[in-house]
């Protein structure tokens, strides 16, 4: 069975809520809906306080290249705008809307029925998905339009769809590949139209054969989707290792995957599409999976975007006591959250509760040279050197070490026997060295 | 809830630790340890508990007094530190020459680089070294293995090792298969479990091979380093025995005597002193090899292992500067 070769760890898999269909969570009173909720520039508010929105109306628009467009996933009043703490931990500029009822745009088709067929055009569709807010649903939050538009004197050859669900815990994805299996097929279709591929590759790892066997067996219906199954590694779900594992190739250093005539997108991310081309509905919900295993009832939920991880919480039995860590995300690449009154975002796969014991980091000792994390670099880094020159602040020699190769999986500090917070220092320089080339090309 | 933790990701964590590598170093030296007790009895035990409690003592009494520090001495270094320098003694050795090879070891070989995976050279081959250079004549005097239970009574005190043997041989004008075809030369299979005269944890390869192979199975040490070394010894020799099997011995008989299997698989591979990526190791094993031959086959010591690992560990940190792994998107490949 296919994997990727270099590097890779095995943390225990921990799906406990894989067996717990979709659920729509009740509305919350107020949602708290953020602007920037993409990677680039924030949207720009299009809409006043005191303004009564429906769901589905812009309320916000993603006007620079790299932006996304926001709409309300509620219906009631603006009751402000204004700096709301969210899942950065910082206070960011958000839209609060006092919710009254649930009245949708009636340009959005709400009926469960399928539509197969897709007339649109590639430009089409692509404005369709921009109009629609849709960004990458795997936790990058790239605007996905962007990612389609492919440059004149690039090639697009296959569509890379990532169902690959690599986190421990999250099982979102997998709930989706389920339940909506059709839809999203539909989905990848109109991404391959968007692109002008005649080829797209369903990489999912083998501990979801039911999702594998569901997706197959619709695939068989559609021309040149291929489901294939992978060998659980983490993290198989980085852009750069599934395409490896997929078709063999591997994206040059510093370069996208454009370059070996790939387009990834998250399989979250086909769905979203589905729906925004076929049934005309922006980006306004999400599933979030909800799990920790001191929670009283594990599960995935459908969740308007805006709504507290508080509401989660508390449909799901409450916060456990002695929580010590609430994590937006899976634990190898989440963020842990400053508080429970965050909102959930387009970009929130899962919120993951651990209990005070799981909540703290090894204690740090020497290192001692044993090399484990150089074995298990996805990217072929030496993350021990990589972090002395950050501590050293020796960023030119960090940069010939190719630092912002580094793709932030955690497998280094996962496997660590002194304990240390490689990633940490890892993180510093990436930024540094960033900073560093921009001021480079500033002179220039 | 009253306070969240908060820290960057990763968030979950693999459960390894220093502990728990170094217990599995001491669990692999087990084998080598009880065969040293069956030939060499309360000597063995008595080198073995001074070697180790004298590292631990030494450790602690630096950390804290010296250097200021929180003492580690339950990390579990030392204690692989007092193991290795014990196998690498005589079973015989006076209780202060242990004790100042234990100070050698722990002081000038581990905390005066700054302690625990700080060090460049392997510490108890420093102390090993000190001590055969210092006290050449106790340092190589050989107890006769003599089994726990055997009935024979022998009178022979010290010996030879095969090593010695073989190079004293030479010296006096016999050929290799002469000095071999002595009846109180030792065969393959007793030099295999390791009754033959030596220190007390070189000799029975058997029991150190096991070892190794426990350590590659829980993943305390690559395959890098033993195939390079064992593949680059056989081909040295083997080449040499094949021109003048004379005056050259053959390449088992270097695998299964001296320290050979001792420093394949618990000295070279040590991974504070080796080196990092995968090439490099492979280089660095195969000079281990090359070095421990020429010290045995034209060196004056009738045993290399330990030189060649140490002048080996001065190169690490040149394979670690110029031994790059293979980075992902280095060779773009079209599949």
């Keep these: 069975m296919k994997t990727f070769q270099m590097g890779g760890v095995h943390p225990p898999e921990n799906k406990i809520s894989e067996k717990a269909a979709i659920e729509v969570l009740p509305l919350p009173q107020k949602a708290f809906i953020p602007l920037g909720q993409n990677l680039g520039a924030p949207a720009k508010a299009v809409v006043d306080k005191g303004a009564l929105v429906k769901v589905g109306q812009l309320i916000a628009s993603g006007e620079a290249f790299i932006s996304a467009n926001v709409h309300s996933s509620v219906s009631g009043k603006v009751a402000r705008i204004d700096n709301v703490l969210d899942h950065s931990g910082y206070r960011n500029k958000a839209i609060v809307i006092d919710v009254e009822g649930d009245e949708w745009e009636e340009s959005i088709d709400r009926s469960p029925a399928v539509i197969r067929e897709c007339n649109l055009s590639s430009e089409e569709i692509i404005q369709k998905i921009k109009e629609m807010g849709i960004v990458g649903l795997g936790g990058a939050t790239f605007p996905t339009h962007v990612k389609l538009m492919v440059p004149t004197d690039k090639k697009a050859e296959f569509l890379i769809i990532n169902g690959v669900e690599c986190e421990p815990y999250l099982t979102s994805d997998h709930r989706l590949m389920l339940e909506k299996g059709e839809e999203l097929i539909i989905g990848v279709t109109i991404l391959m139209k968007a692109l002008k591929v005649e080829k797209a590759f369903i990489g999912i790892e083998n501990n979801k054969s039911d999702a594998l066997e569901n997706l197959k067996r619709i695939a068989a219906d559609y021309k040149g989707i291929e489901v294939q199954p992978l060998k659980v590694k983490y993290p198989q779900g980085g852009e750069k290792q599934l395409i490896k594992a997929l078709i063999g190739r591997e994206v040059p250093s510093g370069k996208l995957p454009l370059e070996v005539g790939c387009v990834v997108q998250n399989i979250g991310t086909a769905f979203a599409v589905y729906e925004a081309v076929q049934k005309n509905k922006p980006l306004i919900e999400r599933v979030v999976t909800l799990t920790g295993k001191s929670v009283k009832k594990p599960a995935n939920y459908l969740v308007r975007i805006g709504t507290p991880v508080n509401n989660l919480i508390e449909t799901s039995g409450g916060l456990p006591e002695k929580t010590g860590k609430i994590i937006s995300g899976g634990p190898m690449m989440g963020k842990a959250l400053v508080s429970t009154e965050v909102p959930v975002v387009k970009g929130t796969s899962g919120i993951l509760i651990m209990n005070e014991k799981e909540s703290h980091r090894p204690l740090m000792s020497n290192c001692i040279r044993c090399a484990r994390c150089i074995g298990v670099c996805p990217m072929g880094l030496e993350p021990v050197l990589l972090a002395q020159l950050s501590a050293n602040e020796r960023w030119e020699d960090a940069e010939r070490e190719r630092i912002l190769d580094c793709i932030e999986c955690g497998s280094c500090h996962f496997t660590c026997p002194s304990g240390r917070p490689l990633l940490d220092y890892l993180r510093v320089g990436k930024n540094k060295v960033g900073q560093l080339i921009r001021t480079r090309a500033k002179k220039i | ?335």
Excluded at chain 2, 95 to 104: E, K, Q, T
Excluded at chain 2, 175 to 195: A, K
């Design chain 2, 1 to 335: 809830m009253d306070t969240l933790t908060i820290s960057g990701s990763p968030h979950v964590f693999g459960g390894q630790s220093v502990k728990k590598i170094m217990y599995g170093v001491v669990i692999a030296m087990i084998p080598a340890m009880l065969v040293s007790l069956y030939f060499f009895g309360f000597g063995a035990l008595r080198v073995i508990l001074v070697s180790v409690v004298s590292c631990l003592i030494f450790e602690y009494l630096i950390q804290k007094h010296l250097m200021k520090l929180e003492p580690t001495i339950n990390d579990g270094s030392a204690v692989v530190t007092g193991i290795l320098l014990a196998f690498n003694l005589p079973s015989n050795l006076p209780v202060w020459i242990i004790l100042v090879g234990a100070l050698v070891a722990i002081g000038i070989g581990k905390m005066s680089f700054g302690g625990l995976g700080k060090n460049p050279f392997n510490p108890a081959l420093v102390g090993r070294v000190f001590l055969l250079i210092s006290f050449p004549v106790q340092m190589t005097s050989w107890p006769v293995p003599k089994p726990v239970f055997s009935s024979a009574l022998t009178d022979a005190v010290t010996g030879p090792t095969p090593l010695g043997l073989i190079k004293d041989g030479l010296k006096l004008g016999k050929t290799v298969p002469e000095i071999m075809s002595d009846p109180t030369f030792p065969d393959y299979i007793q030099t295999l479990i390791g009754n033959h005269g030596g220190s007390l944890g070189e000799m029975s390869a058997i029991a150190l091979i096991l070892g190794g192979i426990y350590m590659l199975i829980r993943k305390i040490i690559t395959w890098e380093i033993p195939v390079a070394y064992i593949g680059s010894v056989v081909i040295f020799t083997g080449i040499f025995w094949l021109i003048d099997p004379t005056y050259y011995a053959d390449p088992l008989f270097h695998l299964l005597t001296g320290g050979m299997m001792l420093g394949v698989f618990f000295m070279a591979t040590d991974m504070v002193s080796s080196p990092m990526s995968r090439t490099g190791q492979l280089i660095y094993g195969v000079g281990c090899g090359v070095l421990t031959i020429l010290i045995r086959i034209w060196g004056a010591y009738p045993e290399g292992v330990s030189f060649a690992i140490l002048i080996m560990n001065a190169f690490v940190p040149l394979l670690n500067k110029y031994i790059k792994p293979k980075r992902f998107g280095e060779v773009v490949k079209h599949g």
